[in-house]
């Protein structure tokens, strides 16, 4: 089961580190790393391609977290093995071996991750995706989205779910994200943080 554990749980950093982000407005010959806020981060592609794109980016993200979270759950039968797991294309993703470790914000791979552990036909699921567009709609700022939604869900898993490892995971990851929009936080606190871009 080690053995299992450690292929997963690298399997599962190189997953995150897959740069969609860079990727995709490469293909359209731009370098997202000289536009907005220099992160691979689907707003960013955002600002850059349009929200589908930006989109189609969270999208990706969000997957290159839930298939290596759902083999830990398919071949690991410790929790704390599962949310290790879980944690890393978090991680890959935010400090992603590809690109000297200069990645995205981590929020589509923690959620990814999030409905893989929880079930997709957990109220979870559609609570959150309610939360996060109220979120979104009222701050018009992803980052505020994302920082809100990853806090808040630890409240909800544990209270809802009844799940302290899934709930750790959520604390954790929330850490992350934190660490990684401390560029974002300070500019909301100085009123410079730009809004989500919506065109089309």
């Known amino acids: 089961m ?11 950093y190189l997953m995150g580190s897959i ?7 490469k293909m359209r ?7 907005g806020s220099k992160a691979t981060s689907s707003t960013n592609v955002s ?13 990706l993200d969000a997957l290159k977290a839930f298939l290596p979270t759902m083999l830990a759950l398919t071949y690991l039968t410790n929790q704390w093995e599962i949310i290790a797991v879980a944690l890393m294309p978090v991680i890959g993703h935010v400090f992603p071996v590809w690109l000297d470790f200069k ?3 981590g929020g589509a791979p923690f959620y990814g991750a999030l409905v893989a552990l929880i079930g997709i036909t957990s109220p979870l699921f559609i ?6 567009t ?14 809100s939604l990853a806090w808040i869900s630890s409240v909800l898993v544990l209270f809802i779910e009844g799940q302290i490892a899934w709930t ?33």
């Open 29 to 35: 010959g731009i370098d997202i790393r000289t536009i």
């Open 168 to 200: 750790v995971y959520c604390l954790l990851g929330a850490l992350i994200i934190t660490i990684a929009l401390r560029g974002n936080i300070q500019r909301l606190i100085n009123g410079t943080e730009p809004k989500t871009p919506f065109k089309f």
């Open 127 to 132: 609570l959150g995706i309610a939360i996060f």
């Open 103 to 105: 990645g995205g914000k």
């Open 19 to 25: 740069p969609f982000g860079y990727l995709i407005p």
């Open 47 to 59: 600002r850059a391609l349009g929200w589908r794109w930006g989109l189609a980016n969270a999208i």
């Open 2 to 12: 080690t053995e299992i554990f450690l292929l997963l749980f690298v399997f599962a």
């Open 134 to 147: 109220v979120i979104l709609m009222v701050f018009k700022r992803t980052s505020v989205a994302n920082l």
